[in-house]
C-alpha cells in the first residue's frame, strides 16, 4: 500500500543510480515515476500534475540545469515540492535553490536514510498543503452566497445587492432581525472579496460590557490593568488585511463609539496602555436589528458613525417576507440533524409543512432551525417522516380565520381517508401499513386512535 496517495519524480539522467533510487523509495512505499531528462521529467509532470507531489530532481542534466528545473515547477506547479541532488555541490547554489522555493539541496553519496527523511518531511508538506487548499474549498463553498438557501425574490434581492459589493472594499451594513442569518451574509461578503484566505474576526457587541469590549477591539499591553499580565491583540490588529464583523453595532456604548470612528477614519489604533499608533487595514462590515437611521436621528447613535457604517445597506429579509422559502430550510435543517440523530428520518409531511408556513416566526430561521432539532429528537427510532405532532404546544394554539380551521378539518379528512385506504390495501397490517405512509408505527396507532379506525382489517 502506498504511503502517500501523491506520487514521486524522479529525475536523472544515471540510469542505474535512477533505477537503484527509484527501487529504494518504492521499497519504502512511495509511488516513483522516473524520467531521463529535464524534458521528458516536465512533460510528465505537465501529465500527472495532480499526483506527482514531489520532485527529486539532479542538478547537471544533459538537456538543462536544475534551477531552471526548480523554476519551472514552481511557475507553472506551485503546490510540487522539489529536492535538488548534485554530485558537486556548493554552498552558493545550496542557498539559490532555496530562496528560489526548493524544499531541500542534497548531495549525492549521502546516506539513503538522510535523503528518506527529506522526502517524507516534503510528502508530508505537501499533504498539509493539499489538505489544507481541501478546507479552504470547503469554506467557500460553506460561506458562499450559493450556500444561503432559498429563491424567494426577498432574498434574491438581497443576495443580488451582495454579490455586487462584496468585490469592493466599501463598508457594508446589514440590517435585520435577529436570527434572520446576518453573520451567513457577513461570511459569504468576505468570501467573495479580495481578502478570502485572510482573517475574517467577528465580534458581537452586545455580548460584552463597555470595558471588555474595547478591550477585545483595540487590545491591550501588560500591565494596562489589573489582571493585564500579559499583551492581548485586538481584533482590529488581528482583522489586518481581512475583515472585521461587528454584529448589533447599535449596542456599542457611546464613549467607544467616538473611539472606533477615529480609527475608521485614520486607520489606526492605540492598544490599552500603549502610546504607539498601529495601523491597520480591514474591511468592515456591521450588522444590526435596529433602525439605525432612527437611533441616530433620536441621539442614541453618533450620526457620523451611522454615515460611516453605512456606505452600503443591505437588508436581510425576515422568514414571514419569503415563506416559500421554508420548505427548503426545513428540508435542510432535517438532513442536518437527522444525520447525527436519527438517519432513517428523511421526510416531512405536508401538513407537518403547511404548519410551518402558517408560523409568524419572529424568532426567523434560527427559531426554525430551533424547531428543526426538536421535532428530529422527539421523533422515534421508526419514524421516516416528521409530521404536525412533532411541533410545539404554540403551533397549535395560532388564532385561526374560519376559513383556516374548514382547510384542517378538510385535511384531516383527506388523512384519515388515506390511512383507511392504506389499510385495506395491507389487509389491516399496521407494520406494513407505517412503512408505506412513511411514518412511525406509534405514529400509526395514534393517528387510527385519533380518527376512530381501529375497526378497519
Not at 508538506?125 to 474549498?137: D, G, M, P, T, V
Not at 456591521?286 to 451611522?306: C, I, K, Q, S, V
Not at 410545539?392 to 390511512?419: C, R
Request: glycine share 6%; with cysteine; aromatic share 8%.
Amino acid at each position: 500500500m502506498a504511503k502517500y496517495p501523491g506520487e514521486l519524480l524522479l529525475i536523472d539522467d544515471e540510469e542505474r543510480l535512477r533505477h537503484v533510487l527509484g527501487r529504494v523509495l518504492e521499497l519504502e512505499g512511495y509511488h516513483v515515476r522516473q524520467a531521463a531528462t529535464a524534458h521528458a521529467g516536465l512533460e510528465m509532470l505537465q501529465q500527472h500534475a495532480q499526483d506527482v507531489w514531489v520532485v527529486l530532481s539532479d542538478v547537471k542534466l544533459p538537456d538543462d540545469h536544475g534551477l531552471n528545473i526548480l523554476q519551472k515547477v514552481k511557475q507553472k506547479y506551485p503546490q510540487a515540492e522539489v529536492i535538488l541532488m548534485t554530485a558537486y555541490g556548493t554552498i552558493q547554489d545550496g542557498v539559490t535553490a532555496m530562496k528560489m522555493g526548493a524544499f531541500d539541496y542534497l548531495t549525492k553519496g549521502d546516506s539513503d536514510d538522510q535523503l528518506l527523511v527529506v522526502v517524507e518531511r516534503a510528502m508530508e508538506k505537501a499533504s498539509l498543503q493539499r489538505r489544507i487548499q481541501e478546507l479552504e474549498k470547503q469554506v467557500g463553498v460553506t460561506y458562499s452566497l450559493d450556500s444561503i438557501l432559498g429563491t424567494s425574490p426577498a432574498l434574491r434581492q438581497a443576495k443580488d445587492l451582495t454579490a455586487k459589493v462584496a468585490p469592493t472594499d466599501s463598508t457594508v451594513l446589514l440590517e435585520g432581525e435577529t436570527g434572520t442569518g446576518k453573520e451567513l451574509f457577513a461570511q459569504a461578503i468576505h468570501q467573495a472579496s479580495r481578502r478570502r484566505g485572510k482573517p475574517f474576526m467577528a465580534l458581537n457587541c452586545s455580548a460584552f460590557p463597555k470595558d471588555l469590549l474595547e478591550s477585545e477591539l483595540f487590545g491591550y499591553r501588560k500591565g494596562a490593568f489589573t489582571g493585564a499580565m500579559t499583551d492581548k491583540k485586538g481584533l482590529l490588529e488581528e482583522a489586518h488585511t481581512g475583515t472585521l464583523f461587528l454584529d448589533e453595532v447599535g449596542e456599542m456604548p457611546a464613549e467607544l463609539q467616538a473611539k472606533f470612528l477615529r480609527v475608521l477614519e485614520t486607520q489606526a489604533f492605540t492598544k490599552l496602555g500603549d502610546t504607539k499608533p498601529i495601523q491597520v487595514n480591514f474591511r468592515l462590515v456591521a450588522a444590526t436589528n435596529r433602525d439605525m437611521a432612527a437611533e441616530a436621528e433620536a441621539g442614541h447613535f453618533r450620526p457620523d458613525l451611522y454615515y460611516r457604517l453605512s456606505v452600503f445597506k443591505v437588508r436581510v429579509p425576515t422568514l414571514r417576507e419569503r415563506k416559500e422559502d421554508i420548505p427548503t430550510l426545513a428540508k435542510h435543517f432535517l438532513q442536518v440533524f437527522a444525520a447525527k440523530l436519527n438517519p432513517r428520518l428523511q421526510h416531512l409531511s405536508p401538513e407537518f409543512v403547511q404548519k410551518l408556513q402558517a408560523y409568524p416566526w419572529k424568532g426567523n430561521i434560527r427559531e426554525l432551525k430551533n424547531v428543526l432539532e426538536r421535532a428530529v429528537i422527539l421523533a422515534e427510532g421508526d419514524t421516516l417522516t416528521l409530521t404536525p405532532d412533532f411541533l410545539p404546544a404554540e403551533f397549535w394554539s395560532l388564532n385561526s380565520s374560519a376559513g383556516a380551521v374548514e382547510s384542517d378539518t378538510a385535511l384531516s379528512t383527506v388523512e384519515k381517508n388515506h390511512i383507511r385506504k392504506i389499510l385495506a390495501q395491507t389487509g389491516g397490517n399496521k407494520t406494513e401499513t407505517a412503512r408505506l405512509l412513511h411514518i412511525g408505527l406509534t405514529t400509526l396507532y395514534r393517528k387510527i386512535q385519533e380518527y376512530g379506525l381501529g375497526d378497519v382489517h
